[in-house]
């Protein structure tokens, strides 16, 4: 499996002239975890969260998957206004978000709904046992654009919508939240969702220079990106370039840095991890950010 906001950052590898040079895999954010922490992989793209968990880590400088306001790939979907929530159903791929939802709850919204964990691909079935379920990835966007233009504009800044413009089999009004935009309410700093990261002897310089040029190949080929996408998921093309090129930033420049240290410290906070580490570099010879 490989989300649309992933593509651009391995395109020159899928695409260019660096193809074939690297054993890709492609799997759910999570799984791309455990196969670096278990030694199946060297270097892997990993929830942002997951740099904290794992040991020995070092992080490849200047790449990430960020979004500085929203992100529409990662919603909270309700029956309920969120202050009423007592059940939250979370997505297992991506670890990233299930904190940022749980930090959210507790810092944010300041309620403490139960959390369990589901494997799904709407928000329609999953709705059934919980009051809200975290969506990600390419689902949520095309719930988010299928609803675009269907919504209002709720009293806590959330999106309102019908169920059956969001394919949702209920009688309630959905309450449709953007984590990015809410962390950004909360912090008023971007999120990071994902980072480069691998084993410290594994990234090498040419390593470094290696993703940093397939990123670089893939942000210059987003109309590419989008069009193929638009093919294999039915959506328009326009839609997917927009939200690659509006909701999703590839750097860590110095505003994204800090929204990063923040959530890890807020995570550490509310015992999510064992303690705030602060990163550390794959090459510090390359500069620690880069604005756009």
């Given at each position: 499996m490989q989300y649309l906001n992933t593509a651009p950052l391995v395109y020159g590898?899928?695409?260019?002239?660096?193809?074939?040079?690297?054993?890709?895999?492609?799997?759910?954010?999570?799984?791309?975890?455990?196969?670096?922490?278990?030694?199946?992989?060297d270097v892997a793209i990993?929830?942002?969260?997951?740099?904290?968990?794992?040991?020995?880590?070092?992080?490849?400088?200047?790449?990430?998957?960020?979004a500085k306001r929203r992100v529409r790939s990662l919603l909270i979907v309700s029956r309920k206004p969120i202050?009423?929530?007592?059940?939250?159903?979370?997505d297992r791929s991506s670890r990233s978000t299930q904190a940022l939802t749980r930090i959210l709850c507790a810092e944010h919204w300041q309620i403490k709904p139960a959390f369990f964990e589901a494997t799904f691909d709407s928000a329609a079935t999953i709705l059934?046992?919980?009051?809200?379920?975290?969506?990600?990835?390419?689902?949520?966007?095309?719930?988010?654009?299928?609803?675009a233009g269907n919504a209002t504009l709720g009293a806590n800044g959330e999106l309102?919508?019908?169920?059956?413009?969001?394919?949702?089999?209920?009688?309630?009004?959905?309450?449709?939240?953007?984590?990015?935009q809410e962390w950004r309410r909360l912090t008023g700093l971007?999120?990071?969702?994902?980072?480069?990261?691998?084993?410290?002897?594994?990234?090498?310089?040419?390593?470094v220079a290696d993703f940093a040029a397939s990123k670089e190949y893939g942000v210059s080929h987003l109309a590419q990106i989008s069009a193929a996408a638009s093919l294999e998921q039915d959506?328009?093309?326009?839609?997917?370039?927009?939200?690659?090129?509006?909701?999703?930033?590839?750097?860590?420049?110095?505003?994204?840095?800090?929204?990063?240290?923040?959530?890890?410290?807020?995570?550490?906070?509310?015992?999510?991890?064992?303690?705030?580490?602060?990163?550390e570099w794959a090459n510090i010879n390359t500069p620690r950010y880069a604005s756009r």
């Open positions: 590898f899928t695409h260019g002239v660096l193809r074939d040079k690297y054993d890709l895999s492609f799997t759910v954010p999570s799984q791309c975890a455990d196969d670096l922490r278990d030694g199946r992989a990993i929830p942002a969260i997951e740099f904290q968990r794992i040991d020995d880590l070092v992080v490849l400088s200047d790449l990430a998957i960020a202050a009423e929530v007592q059940s939250v159903a979370l059934e046992r919980a009051d809200a379920a975290l969506l990600i990835g390419d689902p949520a966007l095309r719930l988010a654009i299928s609803i309102m919508c019908s169920p059956g413009k969001a394919g949702i089999n209920a009688t309630e009004t959905l309450h449709v939240y953007d984590v990015v971007p999120a990071v969702l994902a980072v480069w990261a691998g084993r410290r002897e594994s990234v090498t310089r040419e390593v959506l328009p093309a326009p839609d997917l370039l927009n939200y690659l090129q509006e909701n999703i930033d590839f750097t860590l420049d110095s505003e994204n840095l800090a929204g990063l240290e923040l959530y890890y410290c807020l995570a550490a906070k509310l015992g999510l991890t064992s303690r705030a580490k602060a990163i």
